[in-house]
């Protein structure tokens, strides 16, 4: 159980110049709901936990997004990283 973990999420719709989320590369071409994602995963120093999903195909404009499809991998991260696995 993540008592007291803290959690966030980041969606980059997206990434130019370069410039990326913080954190290491755990995932490539991740399908989520009809979207496909690199994920990133980062551990602050303050603690908590940091994920990040960044779309694959960059687009101007999201709509219909339902980040509720998100959680479950987000989730999964944060407890594989509580555990030490």
């Known amino acids: 159980m993540m008592t007291g973990a803290r959690l966030g999420v980041v ?35 303050s603690g908590g936990n940091l994920v990040a999903y960044v779309l694959t195909s960059p ?12 959680v479950p991998d987000t989730v999964a991260a944060a407890t594989r990283n509580l555990s030490g696995t």
């Open 11 to 45: 969606l980059v719709a997206a990434a130019g110049g370069g410039v990326r989320p913080a954190g290491t590369q755990v995932a490539t071409d991740v399908a989520i709901d009809g979207r496909t994602y690199d994920v990133l995963d980062d551990q602050p120093s």
């Open 59 to 70: 687009v101007a404009a999201v709509r219909g997004l339902d980040v509720a499809g998100l």
